[in-house]
């Protein structure tokens, strides 16, 4: 029984300066990245496709640059035309099938199945359907339409230079346009 207590009390001390020694450590502290730049916004694109900035910041971990996340909703036959986002791009889709044509660049398409698709032929369309995802690099030339009955609904995340627009008009060759 002596024993048992010496073993415990020994515990116990060795525990107390464990956790003072770790205690004394240097505390590693992230940069806290801005708080959000502005309230949600509601941008309609073209007839039948609106854009909602859901959030956006500069993340420390990204000097000079932004971090959005937005929700577009394209309606029945709304075309978002063509353009470019200058900085990498992640959709995912919510609802509704959501076709996405590659103009320039490529693209590199996620489906539920875990299949992964590489699009790198000018004109090619994807549809992707709820829980597929679509990544392209900045400047990937691309459209995009609702080619559903009803709403097609995809969230997507940009991370952009602070000074650039989150999207640049191009023509059809995916040339941007002024």
Same mark, same amino acid.
């Given at each position: 029984?002596?024993r ?5 009390t ?5 525990g ?13 502290r ?12 509601v ?5 039948? +496709? ?5 959030s ?5 971990s ?13 309606m ?18 919510e ?13 590199? +398409? ?41 709403p ?8 952009l ?8 008009p ?5 040339t941007p346009?002024?």
């Open positions: 029984m002596h048992a207590k010496i073993k415990i020994t515990l116990v001390v060795a107390m300066a464990l956790a003072a020694s770790v205690s004394a450590l240097p505390v590693a992230a940069a806290l990245p801005t708080a959000q730049e502005s309230p949600p916004s941008v309609v694109i073209a007839p039948g +496709v609106v854009t909602q900035t859901l956006a910041g500069m993340p420390a990204a000097p000079g640059q932004r971090l959005a996340v937005s929700r577009l909703t394209l029945p036959g709304g075309i978002g035309p063509a353009h470019v986002h200058p900085g990498m791009t992640v959709v995912h889709v609802s509704g099938t959501f076709g996405w044509t590659l103009l320039r660049g490529a693209g590199t +398409v996620t489906r539920t199945s875990g299949e992964v698709e590489e699009v790198t032929v000018p004109g090619t369309e994807v549809l992707l359907v709820p829980g597929d995802a679509v990544v392209y690099e900045a400047f990937t030339a691309h459209t995009a339409r609702g080619a559903s009955e009803g097609t609904v995809v969230v997507n995340a940009r991370l230079d602070a000074d650039q627009p989150v999207i640049i191009t023509n059809d060759q995916g346009t002024p």
